[in-house]
């Protein structure tokens, strides 16, 4: 089955910088565009970040447009989302999923970010 398997969160001072995984099985990983997706306390799931299968297209949320980058290795079908220069308000859940408005596959229990001194 379907297994999003998320790691690489923690706690760090604004300013500081994360490298979170996500380890996916069960489907063609590297036929499938992906998204970072992050929900924080009392917010709704918001999408932060996009990458096509093949890596050449990304997107980002304009919150952390500048600071967050994505990436991916199909061989090794693992995600990742590198942020830097990390604020308050990046606290949150992260979790990763297909690129989708509202068809998804189970999600995985995602990686604690917490930005804080």
């Known amino acids: 089955q379907v297994q999003f398997v998320e790691s690489g969160g923690g706690l760090v001072q604004p300013g500081g910088s994360l490298n979170v995984s996500c380890a996916a099985s069960g489907f063609d990983f590297s036929n499938t565009g992906l998204s970072w997706y992050r929900q924080a306390p009392e917010e709704e799931r918001e999408r932060v970040a996009t990458i096509s299968k093949r890596g050449g297209i990304t997107w980002y949320a304009d919150s952390v447009k500048g600071r967050f980058t994505i990436s991916r290795d199909n061989a090794k079908t693992t995600m990742y989302l590198q942020m830097n220069s990390l604020k308050p308000e990046d606290t949150a859940i992260y979790y990763c999923?297909?690129?989708?408005?509202?068809?998804?596959?189970?999600w995985g229990q995602g990686t604690q970010v917490t930005v804080s001194h």
């Open positions: 999923n297909v690129a989708s408005d509202n068809n998804y596959f189970t």
